[in-house]
């Protein structure tokens, strides 16, 4: 079996892992008493905004290591660091509104936390 494929393979299992996982967490977990079916979007959300800042954070120590060591291999980490942070980022950002209107009452408020996340995600884009 070639690297490709077995990479291909190891790709879908995690997928697949992945999706059964989000499906016990959404489907057999208790409903919150206070906010209702809405909390169960933290266990989407917050993950996805703990990877968001981490492939910032890495994508930020890889140009800094970058231009020490003009190694065209921390680029490329930096720039597939900054494709998955976009990802993550455009999650954070399409299922934090959707857990704030139900809890807040409004879908988007120009507070720091969601303002900086949408600032982190055109970073993502511009780079």
Avoid: N
């Amino acid at each position: 079996m070639s690297l490709a494929r077995k990479g291909r393979l190891i790709t879908l299992i995690g997928l697949g892992l992945l999706a059964a996982v989000y499906v016990r967490a959404l489907a057999f977990t208790p409903v919150e008493r206070v906010q209702g079916p809405a909390q169960k979007i933290y266990y989407l959300h917050v993950p996805a905004a703990i990877w968001a800042e981490m492939a910032m954070f890495l994508v930020g120590l890889a140009g800094i290591f970058y231009l020490f060591l003009k190694d065209a291999r921390l680029d490329r980490f930096a720039e597939a660091s900054a494709e998955a942070g976009t990802v993550f980022a455009a999650i954070v950002l399409t299922t934090g509104p959707i857990w704030g209107k139900p809890i807040w009452g409004t879908w988007w408020t120009w507070d720091a936390r969601l303002t900086s996340t949408l600032f982190l995600f055109f970073l993502y884009i511009g780079y």
